[in-house]
């Protein structure tokens, strides 16, 4: 999958807290970035790019070299950051919410819920009998939740997750398939004319396909004007 900038942000945010969006946007596409650059063109302390960075550097999201200062005599960290670890992360979140989800619904299905009529509180059966099934904050008796909707709700979030992490999983095994399919093609036919050739088969077949399809569906409403 292609990695946007947006789902470089989001995972960054999620991983690392939201202010440091601007550090590492200032990081991206770049190499070996001083530190203090960094906190030049933010505007802050050089101890809060430092907390930040170690921040990204303990999610793997940032490697550093250090070199001396040949007029000062100390070290200067200079910082870059790595995109590559974005994809094994955004997979991670993904697998973290499923099972969050999973247990989520696990616990509606598994319980009985108990909802005031104002709102204020929900409760398992087993905590709303400790309050003789009476809203602790305005005194009003509790009411059987139906909790269908949110059982409901919560296995279209399972299912739109688990595609999401399918789609970040590497997908080196349909790779294969497809090359083993292509190559017997290109043996056949000579280079560099290979490509051309192949791209106008490819979408004459296309087009047959397409006209199949149609030619089948008429048939099939036919038939099924037939019976
Ligand atoms: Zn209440």
New binding site residues.
Partial sequence: MKISNQVIEDVVREVSGDNVIPLVKLLKNKTNVSEFVLAEKLEIEINSVRNMLYRLYQANLVSFIRRKDKKKGWYIYYWTFNAKRIKYLLIDIYKKRVERLTDKLKLEEGHQFFI?P?K??RMEFENATDFEFK?P??G?LMLLHDNSDKITELKKDIIEHEAKLKNALPKEKKVIVKKEKVEPKKKVVKKKVVKKKVVKKKVVKKKVVKKKVVKKKVVKKKKTAKK
């Fill in positions: 005031c104002n204020c509180v809203c904050e305005c009003e």
